[in-house]
């Protein structure tokens, strides 16, 4: 088989090449749409544009601002600096020349979200986010170039991050005021700072006792919005009381048992609640003051937390922690014990790996190799290390590519490369040469100089090497038993011992073929070479073409319809451009040539649509086999919602190109009889889909110790977290929900 080594080379280049665009292709990942070139970036939900107020110049002391507007898309919101229950506030980090610093943002008054019994913080409509400029002396540059990295969080039902890197350039001298009358009525809304003395805040044992005086007239006797500055004191979606004594306003806002500081000083911003009608000569802006904390503050149930977890899941987050294996902090001290369980995980892992099915299309390629070679101890030998090498290094530069990512601050995990449509794409065309190769479509002696096609006969142990390559191309989007674990626990260590986990990950998977290699009875068993072989490899063209089906399905999830059916009419011209190069006579370049054009042409106008994601929509709830039970879409302002209300969630967190996820749907979580009992037990579906990337997935993965799915997740507010197992089974879902 002189064709052998040039295919594999080929396969692995084309999977390198393209794991190694996900860094390029960052911007596809999820609903970013960010942009270097110029101010305005506009995604499916928010329109962004950065803006500059500098009426009389830029100079040393002169007035200027800039500021980012945000656009919302109906129902849309994005968040203040405190975003309540549940959110991220909008971040701007700036590059500006020297000489010119960036103050901090003066946020307008926000408004309050109610979701349930929960409550939000933040914006809808269109708002602007000013950031005042400060000049040195020392700028005398003729323009001023400003560089800005915006991320935010937006929500609905479904909540979406997205960033947007935005320039803008103004002239030094000269007046720049486009969007002036912008900025003053923004500047007018920003809260007006009172000074201090003017009120104070008591601590009690459940709620916050507030007093505060010099209020303006036209507020006297009106209902007011209470907004702390410092998330993670109060309940922003629980019931308050206030009352006016003269022109003097109290109120008992209650103290949530989550309490993440107990601060000296608490910032506030009061405002008219929104069904207030503003009296004469007073307008909606807030105001802001610093208050004094009077007492101390009552013991609460825990002190320890993040303000971007929604209280009413910080207590399960923290049993969780505590519970999980894996080590869910990364800087608590890791034993000897739980490292070298990490490393029997992942080897136990990577064995099984081999009885997955998106492995199945290797072991055939394998078997074919061992059967080639039935006499020949030493190369058995030669071929088994080398295959091995393959598997471990290909484990190791995925982990150290995941390792990178997420140092410098992307929100990934394992299957990452799986969350690009370029990747589904790469990987698509590839398993359609392979399985037209193996159907005899095309010979590469046929397409390639002879001198090339004599390659492999000269090393076929690199031959071997690609196959171990393509092994983990094809193992990428499955997670074994055993591997979740580990995998969670890698993250967190340091990158040495982390690195180790990745390639006993790879020695596991290579194990049986490396045993086999060295073990004459292995091959002994298998028939010698023969007429069957051709017979077989032909065959084996089949699960080739079944993975393409699959990969098309995959895409089809993340750019839709369109960018499926893009690709297959792209996959046919490859088909039949290979097919070309196999003929022979004066009509191959020709035919060749029309093939190639062809292709390049429909590859221009239809690649868009093949690496485009679709826009995110919030699905609607899918029914089960049983009245009043169904998925709904994942999110944390769901998810906490649910618990808010004592409600039992199971959480599935699955993907598209995860074969174990797609199997554990259509077995366990479609069994009749286990839907019936949840849905006796009043249990919540909730569905986070990985397909494409979502860091407020990974996130919440991150927090349960695990780094890839399948996750299966059982949640019931008081009680700790329970993981389940990546193959799923009845029975140990009923064993989970009897232990509630």
Known sequence: ??????????????????????????????????????????????????????????????????????????????????????????????????????????????????????????????????????????????????????????????????????????????????????????????????????????????????????????????????????????????????????????AEVPLTDQRVAEPELLPVVLALASDETPGPGASRAGIRQVLPVQGLWPVAATTSGRQDVPAALQAALEANAAQATTGAHPEAPTSRLTLGAALLGALLGGLILNLMPCVFPVLAIKVMAFAQHAGDRAAHRRHGLAYTAGAVLSFLALGGLLLALRSAGEAVGWGFQLQSPVMVAALATLFTLIGLNLAGLFEFGNVLPSRLATLQARNPTTDAFLTGVLAVAVASPCTAPFMGASLGLAIGLPAWQALAVFALLGLGMALPYLAASWWPAIARALPRPGTWMQTFRQFMAFPMFATVVWLLWVLGQQTGIDGAAALLALLLLLTLLVWALGLRGKGRPWLAGVSLVALAWLGTSLGPNVTRLAAAEAGAPVATAVDGLAWESWTPEREAALLAEGRTVFVDYTAAWCVTCQYNKRTTLADTELLTDMANRQVALLRADWTRRDPAVTLSLGRLGRNGVPVYALHKPGQPVQVLTEILTVDEVRSALNRL
């Not at 701007?92 to 610093?101: A, E, F, R």
């Not at 805040?201 to 507030?210: G, K």
């Open 1 to 250: 088989m002189p064709h052998r080594l040039l295919s594999r080379l080929f396969f692995a280049l084309l999977f390198i090449a393209a794991s190694a665009s996900w860094t390029g292709a960052n911007a596809q990942f999820g609903p970013k749409s960010g942009t270097h070139a110029g101010s305005v970036v506009t995604t499916p939900h928010v329109r962004a544009e950065l803006m500059a107020h500098a009426p009389e110049g830029v100079g040393p002391g002169q007035p200027l601002w800039l500021g980012l507007q945000i656009t919302h898309q109906p129902e849309w919101h994005t968040y203040w600096k405190n975003p309540g229950d549940s959110g991220l506030p909008t971040e701007l980090h700036w590059t500006l020349p020297p000489g010119v610093s960036a103050g901090e943002i003066a946020w307008p008054t926000p408004r309050k979200f109610p979701i349930g019994h929960l409550a939000n913080y933040g914006y809808d409509g269109t708002v602007l986010l000013p950031v005042p400029l400060t000049i040195d002396a020392s700028f005398q540059a003729p323009r001023l170039d400003i560089g800005l990295e915006a991320r935010w969080l937006v929500c609905r039902k479904e909540c979406i991050p997205g960033d947007a890197r935005l320039r803008l350039r103004i002239p030094a001298q000269g007046s720049t005021a486009m969007h002036g009358e912008l900025f003053d009525q923004t500047l007018a809304a920003v809260p007006a700072e009172e000074p201090a003395g003017a009120g104070h805040a008591r601590p009690q044992e459940a709620a916050l006792s507030v007093t505060m005086d010099n209020l303006p007239q036209a507020w006297h006797g009106k209902r007011l919005e209470f907004f702390p500055e410092l998330a993670g004191i109060i309940e922003p979606g629980a019931p308050w009381t206030q009352a006016w004594q003269g022109g003097r306003w109290t």
